[in-house]
């Protein structure tokens, strides 16, 4: 990357830079390869940052079957870990997971649970797990929450049977001008389910899978109680990325950490983070890190900056450590800042080989957070940063009542925030979808066919706010 103008002597955001066209023979977004230069195995630059109200299982297999990576919050008991991972990985790589009920359970009931999906449908089963029904919020309309959900669903059931590849399914569900489907092994069983969309996306995104098939995860360790054995456990249920997280990435507990789960998991990548400056990203590839997280203060939920002073704009210290990792033949993740899909591409154009973000997929159907309605009928989730008192509170339940409180005085984070979803993009892979088309046409711009080929031809220029502000497009006459 280089600099439409001398390099500036001040540090930059991502609203600070823009990125300048150039000559490309790449005639098409979709002669672009995603596949990212950290080669963990994710075919599209996301990973999902490990927040509590936003990295689960159901996100986790959504955005690897898409082809990015979501890290599971440090805070979470082992078991449940395992639980998580393993439902993961028995993940069909095509077809969604269904949420299923009795036809014996009530509407009350359903209606709870048809928003954690974003096909919004609800398969009915008998004993045998054979679909004879299909629910969905509409069916609800004039009927009190006790009413059994089989008296309400529509029983016209389209299947699709397994083995189809997804260019058919997508064309059987054009032609029955349906957009949701149950798939059914041979002798009827439900095996998972389908959306035309989702089978259009199969055409397009590669999912991200491990050396047996399977979509991949990353789950935290922090730097206190034992670590390198949380790690070594988690290897064991095969996780495929440890990342040692911690506020401030830069200090001597965290460098024998990351040596301590090096030497504890030789065939596991370990991403260790976070980070600024050259010196730090140094120090950690020394200590063990194949991959460094690069970002103080820019998260959405974060008030490290406005609290402490703390930190450096993103878009610089991305620069800066990456340039740092690559002479040491290693790669960075930039994490926090993303507002905008061209942020990411920012970020990468930086040097990142993976962008990492939380908040802005707070507010989608496949965050962990529960889906809430205000008094106006909106849909929304409830979001928190990860050092803010909630989640401290969470995460020292363990502890003495005096332990909790003095760590309760000291907060870094927003403890609640409403994250509303958008109807035209309520779903993880919506915002996918904008991310990637995004990335994909900067590449074009610079006729970049790779990430890494973007990386060497980006000229980034620097803006002035009003410049920044152009560039915004405008819904209503003015």
Partial sequence: MRFLQQSPNYDLTYSDVFLVP????????MNVDLTTPDAIGTTIPVVVSNMTAIAGRRMAETVARR???VVLPQDIPLDVVET?????????????????????????????????RSHGAIVVVDDDQLPIGIFTEHDATGFDRFTQISNVMSREVFTLPAGLDAQTMFERLSDARLNF???VASDGRLLGCVTRKGALRSTIYSP????????????????????????????????????????HGHQDRML???????????????????????????????????IVKVGVGPGAMCTTRMMTGVGRPQFSAVLECADAARTLGKTVWADGGVRYPRDVALGLAAGAGNVMFGSLLAGTYESAADTLRDAQGRLYKESFGMASNRAV???TR??????????????????TSRMYLDPQRPGVEDIIDQIVAGVRSSCTYTGARSITDFHERAVVGVQSASGYDEGRPIDTSW
Avoid at 260 to 284: F, K, M
């Fill in 84 to 116: 998580v991972v393993s439902f993961v990985k028995s993940r069909h790589t095509v077809y969604e997971t269904p949420i299923t009920m009795a036809g014996r359970d009530t509407v009350g009931e359903a209606l709870s649970l048809v928003h954690k």
């Fill in 256 to 290: 024998d950490v990351v040596g301590e789960v090096r030497r504890s998991i030789t065939d596991v990548p370990v991403v260790a983070g976070n980070v600024v400056t050259a010196s730090g990203t140094r120090d950690l590839i020394n200590a063990g890190a194949d």
């Fill in 398 to 415: 363990s502890e003495t009542a005096v332990d909790r409180a003095r760590k309760e005085l000291f907060e870094e984070g927003i403890s």
């Fill in 22 to 29: 150039g000559l490309s023979s790449v005639s098409s977004r």
């Fill in 67 to 69: 082809g990015g990576i």
């Fill in 208 to 247: 991200a899978v491990d050396k047996h098939g399977r979509l991949m995860i990353a789950v935290a360790v922090g730097i206190n109680a034992d670590p390198a054995t949380r790690a070594k456990a988690l290897a064991a249920m095969d996780v495929d990325v440890v990342v040692v997280d911690t506020a």
């Fill in 393 to 395: 509170r969470n995460r």
């Fill in 181 to 183: 489907a149950p798939v």
